[in-house]
Structure formats: C-alpha cells, structure tokens
C-alpha cells in the first residue's frame, strides 16, 4: 500500500552485471534512487558511466547477456523485479524513449501504426480508433499535417518529426513514468527547444514523472528539479539542479560544469577532465574517480567513499566534499 507522499519510482542498491568473454562485468554497483510523482530527475554522466543501463533495468530490458544481481525497483508500492511479466507495465505505465528513433521504430510500418498498436495491446481499442488516436497524439505533438504523417514510415520523416513520432507512441497510454534516454540527441537547437517544450507539458497536464538522462548539461539545468551525476558505474553526486549548478560538490562535478565552453569569452583550448572513464573490467580501487582527481589524497586512493548526506537535499560521494580551496573549485 502506497501512501500519498511516497516516491513513484524507488531504485534500491540496484547491482547490474553483464556476460563477457572475461566472465561477468559489473556496469552498475549499488545505484539507488527516487523519482516523486510528476517530478523531472536529470541523470547526468559521460559515456559508459551507467545512466542507459540504469534506465533499461528499470524495464527489464537489459537482454540476455544483462542480469540485475541485486536491488530493489518499487512502482507504485509494487516490486517490479518480482513480476513475472513486466509486457502490462512497459508502455503502460512506464514508457521509454530511445535514444535513436530511427533504429527504435520498425521501418516496415507506418509511424501511426506503430503507435496505434501500443493501444491495440494495452487498451483493447480496435484499429480505427487506435488510427484516430494517433493522429490526435501527433496533432498534440505538433506534428503538422497529422492524418497525413500517421501513414507515412520513418525514413519519410525527419529526425524531429521522428522523435515527436516517439513520444506519442511512448505518451498513448499515459504512462505515470517516462524515462527519456537522449531524446534531444542529434536534434538542432530549434527543435531540441521544441522538444523539452513540449516534455514540459505533458508534465503539466497529464502529471508524467520524467527521469531524463542527457550529455547536455544545458538541458538538463533548463528541464530537471534534482540532478543526479553518475560516474563508472555509482551515483556520485545528488543535488536539486539549481543548488549542483550553483555549487557543485563532486569535483567531478566541477570539472564536468567546467569543461562546458563559454560563449561571453575566447579559449584557446577547451577544458576537458584529464584520463578516461574507467573500464567496468578492472575499476580503480577507492574512489572510482581519483586517478583523474586533482583533489584526491592517499584515502581516496585506499578508500571507497559512500554517498551521504551533504546538506539539505544533497549528497556527494567524496571524502573531501565541501572542503574549501580544493584544486578543482579554483575558478578556471
């Protein structure tokens, strides 16, 4: 029984491995989290951190080579890795948007088809008002021409018309989750704009929680509440986005806020974090992120930091969070 007040979605000690020629490769190691209903979390990170892998086990879609070792994923005050069959939840209740639409929708279908089959399945609708349905959805995605679009295949239409596309197919049943992996990815800045737009609406009028995973921290600072910023594998830093952005307290963090170019002055160089993001294969001992830290000491190199408590609504995994005059704090 869930109260009024507990999260929607509740992500617990998740541990995730997959099979390789190497024996089982652990990609996510105690990820926990919560999503409050109607709420939008950024999951932030570079790539191979987790932050797709995260948003898959939540769905069970992780494929044969992928097993969830550990964990716990509670929706709506149910256990989904206890459910035998999660084909009521995906779409349903939980949907997803892909990161590429073109490889995410069937080519042999038209796009209205596709997202019509979606109520066929969940609904029980028949197919000429699963049509009507579409194209309403496609109208509401600002789609033009919608009765028109809803029988063309998606080499026919761009890639922001296939990302709308998407997000109505992901949107018919009106799911209470939404987990949006990349869906601003190789859109131009106009239709990128469009997009979060109208993410922000379907929020609002239908009360979607959003878990939005993205590269472009400019995105996530102009659509998330709370940010989350993973890093090989473990959340490292847990802030309500205009605090992290304000005062970041993982100096990978920083570094990360700090490699963004800046239109108001000239660089030579752009500022980039030193090294590479760790191999699941082999991680580093203690802290996970000290041979690219400026700030580490020989605890950081011995020790794995935990995730705590770092002020009102926050948490850090770091042994000298907060501390002052650290090398990755010094303006740049």
Not at 68 to 95: P, S
Not at 298 to 310: G, K, N, Q, S
Request: charged letters at 25%; one cysteine or more.
């Amino acid at each position: 029984m869930t109260t009024p007040d507990a999260p929607l979605l509740a992500v617990q000690d998740l541990t995730v491995s997959f099979a390789t020629l190497r024996g089982r490769m652990r990609v996510l190691d105690g990820v926990g989290f919560d999503v409050a209903r109607g709420e939008v979390l950024g999951l932030v990170g570079e790539s191979g951190s987790g932050k797709s892998v995260t948003a898959l086990s939540i769905l069970g879609l992780l494929g044969e080579a992928g097993r969830i070792d550990a964990g716990r994923i509670g929706f709506g005050g149910r256990d989904l890795l206890a459910e035998r069959d999660l084909l009521g939840v995906r779409g349903r209740e939980i949907a997803m948007i892909f990161q590429e639409p073109m490889t995410s929708l069937n080519p042999v279908f038209s796009v209205g088809f596709q997202v019509g089959e979606v109520l066929v399945e969940h609904l029980g609708v028949g197919r000429r008002a699963a049509r009507a349905r579409a194209i309403e959805l496609f109208a509401q995605m600002g789609i033009p021409d919608a009765a028109r679009k809803v029988d063309e295949y998606p080499h026919q239409l761009s890639g922001g018309m296939r990302q709308r596309a998407m997000i109505a197919m992901a949107m018919a049943c009106r799911p209470k989750l939404l987990l949006a992996d990349e869906p601003t990815t190789a859109l131009d800045v106009t239709i990128q704009a469009q997009i979060l737009d109208l993410l922000r609406r379907l929020r609002i009028e239908h009360g979607t929680a959003v878990l939005l995973i993205s590269h472009d921290l400019g995105v996530i600072a102009g659509t998330a509440d709370r940010v989350l910023v993973m890093y090989a594998g473990e959340i490292v830093e847990a802030a309500p986005a205009r605090a992290l952005f304000a005062s970041p307290l993982h100096p990978y963090t920083r570094l990360l806020l700090r490699s963004i170019p800046r239109v108001h002055r000239k660089e030579a160089r752009l500022q980039a974090i030193p090294g590479a993001a760790p191999s699941p294969v082999a991680w580093p001992e203690g802290c996970r992120f000290h041979p690219r830290c400026p700030d580490a000491v020989e605890r950081c190199r011995v020790e794995r930091p935990l995730l705590e408590a770092a002020g009102p609504a926050r948490a850090a995994r770091c042994w000298r969070a907060g501390e002052p005059g650290l090398p990755s704090a010094a303006p740049s």
